[in-house]
């Protein structure tokens, strides 16, 4: 969901510098387009891709509330409004230079990224939790300076 709500907000151009659009649009164009699932499951997504108690590095600048740390709901998405953060721009900044597949999304009308081109360990910084059958993951959240120290080792 995350990968298919970063692809849809680049689609409609919203970087760091340009206004912000209400979050029912960007769930809207996501459902229609991409993940045919529901708006619910896409709206927390993205309101969490906006916490910053919730990723180390938001993906996502959320304007409105977007809920607290104490457990505070955010408010409905006809109230919220979003845009990308300079970090998914960076996610996304070589997607259309031919470096990924693209897939034919749910109804075969469009095509959407199978992955991301990011330059960016997201896996690594923001972590991950993953249940399947037989099987879980969970990749704990890492500080950046930790990760560029470590790479910088490796090579």
Do not use: C
């Not at 896996?123 to 099987?135: D, E, P, Q, R, T």
Request: proline content about 5%.
């Amino acid at each position: 969901v995350h990968r298919r709500i970063l692809y849809a907000m680049h689609e409609l151009g919203l970087t760091s510098k340009v206004a912000y659009k209400k979050s029912a649009r960007i769930v809207g164009d996501v459902i229609g387009k991409y993940h045919p699932h529901g708006d619910k499951a896409v709206y927390d997504a993205l309101v969490r891709m906006a916490q910053d108690f919730s990723m180390r590095l938001e993906l996502v600048d959320g304007q409105g509330n977007f809920g607290s740390i104490d457990g505070d709901n955010a408010a409905a998405m006809r109230y919220t409004e979003a845009r990308m953060t300079k970090a998914s721009e960076e996610i996304l900044r070589d997607i259309d230079k031919d470096t990924i597949d693209f897939v034919p999304n749910y109804d075969d009308t469009l095509k959407e990224p199978d992955i991301l081109p990011s330059r960016l360990p997201n896996l690594l910084v923001n972590g991950a939790n993953g249940i399947a059958v037989g099987m879980a993951t969970s990749i704990p959240p890492h500080r950046i300076d930790e990760i560029i120290d470590a790479l910088v080792h490796v090579l």
